[in-house]
């Protein structure tokens, strides 16, 4: 059975149940520390030696880093129920707006990022959280456009199609992480409403952070 490096408050982890889930891949969750300080998160390093999360095992010989990278394995490997679908226009566009989440946002507020500022520039509370909601804004912005200019037929209650898509599973976990931090998201109705369609669904409620066994 493949096992699933993972934390309940890792958007990229996030991303990563959300595809399990809703290809119906069996997984064991091994629930790892994001506190680069501990024993066992130095034991990590021995399986992802940029001790980010998450990495999945599929075999000794097999251990993959980096969500995308895991994402597209795991298409490849379990096309039955597809997260990008469609055409090669549609799923450009999947393609695009699943980037915005994963390259353009994710980086900048992630963890180790927040912490450096935090700790070595003394940035306070209200700042990082100032910081934390520009990216937000400045990536649900054009997400916003991109889902208000989708051709009639493509506006279902998901990103992009009928059925859920890589867009979905970039989008969801990085609104249930604005949620957290407390962003005012009114401005961004139609990423709302594709929220709130895929929080109807077994495989983004069984992959949410607050479902997580190691929450605490
Ligand atoms: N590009 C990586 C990012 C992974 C990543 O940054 N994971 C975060 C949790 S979402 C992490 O491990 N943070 C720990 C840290 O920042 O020290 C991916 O998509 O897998």
Redesign the pocket.
Known sequence: MLKLFT?YR????HRVRIALNYKGVAYESIFTD?D?ATAARQRYLDVNPQ????ALWVEDDLII????AILEYLEERYPERPLLHGDIDLRARIRSFAQIA?ADT??LN????L?YLRDEMDVAYEQRRAWFEHWIDMAFKPMESLLAARPAEARSGYCFSARPSLADVCLVPQVAMAERYRVNLSAYPLIRGVYRACMTQGAFQSAAPDTQRDRE
């Open positions: 934390h890792s958007v990229s982890a994001l680069g001790g980010l999360i998450p880093s980096q969500s995308s994963i994710h980086p992630n963890l180790r990022v912490r």
